[in-house]
């Protein structure tokens, strides 16, 4: 089992649709949770992290957590072909070789088509 | 605000050789990371370095290795460079020790092996 899975993509959505991100963890322990999200050819960029089980607002990005199912997923309303890029998540477990470092999914690439 | 900064954007080298890539962290960050986008295998952590200190290191061999200045930037060092050496490396910084810090990536460096 990958210790950050996401769902498989590709994903593509109508502008002006809500895209709808998915993403499990392994290590029940695990603390602090992140997207990011990659133009081609350009490095991660942060859009969102979570600490604490719920949701998490931001602009057109809400972030939503459980830590009992081991979950956590983004949701972009609104969508727009500037979205278009491949989204990240990201954990960072608690302790031992976990330590400080971002595990990150596979990437979930999302199409957003006029 | 200045980001992360990596020099150079690009790197070429032939097998056997060493490279050494660098980076700045946004100012104020005392945490520098090392990652590696390789061609399908998505982003590996590679080492974490905070007030000059190694704190810890993913599973990559022994000739991975870097340093932080007392500035808090990095030099991570490549020897023996091997074909699938070739990658993206990204560096990024946070603002200290927590575990839950937030990660900002720089540009990369592309690392080409010829």
């Known amino acids: 089992q990958k210790e950050v899975e996401q769902n498989s993509g590709p994903l593509s959505v109508p502008e002006g649709a809500i895209a709808s991100l998915n993403c499990t963890y392994s290590d029940r322990v695990s603390q602090s949770f992140f997207w990011y999200r990659q133009y081609s050819g350009k490095s991660p960029e942060l859009i969102m992290s979570?600490?604490?089980?719920g949701d998490k607002e931001d602009g057109r990005f809400t972030a939503q957590l459980n830590k009992a199912s081991q979950y956590v997923s983004l949701l972009i309303r609104d969508s727009q072909p500037s979205d278009s890029a491949t989204y990240l998540c990201a954990v960072i477990g608690a302790g031992g070789t976990s330590y400080g470092k971002l595990t990150f999914g596979q990437g979930t690439i999302l199409t957003v088509h006029p | 605000e200045a980001g992360v900064t990596q020099s150079p954007t690009h790197l070429i080298k032939t097998r056997g050789q060493q490279a050494t890539l660098r980076c700045s962290p946004i100012?104020?960050?005392?945490?520098v990371y090392w990652y590696q986008q390789a061609l399908g295998l998505g982003l590996q952590f590679l080492l974490w370095?905070?007030?000059?200190?190694?704190?810890n290191r993913g599973n990559f061999p022994p000739r991975f290795s870097g340093r932080q200045f007392p500035n808090y930037s990095s030099e991570l060092n490549v020897n023996a460079l091997e074909l699938e050496d070739s990658a993206l490396y990204l560096c990024?910084?946070?603002?200290?020790?927590?575990?839950?810090?937030?990660?900002?990536f720089g540009p990369g460096t592309r690392l080409t092996v010829l």
């Open positions: 370095y905070d007030e000059g200190e190694e704190r």
């Open positions: 100012s104020g960050h005392t945490s």
């Open positions: 979570i600490y604490s089980n």
């Open positions: 990024a910084s946070s603002p200290g020790l927590a575990e839950d810090n937030e990660q900002f």
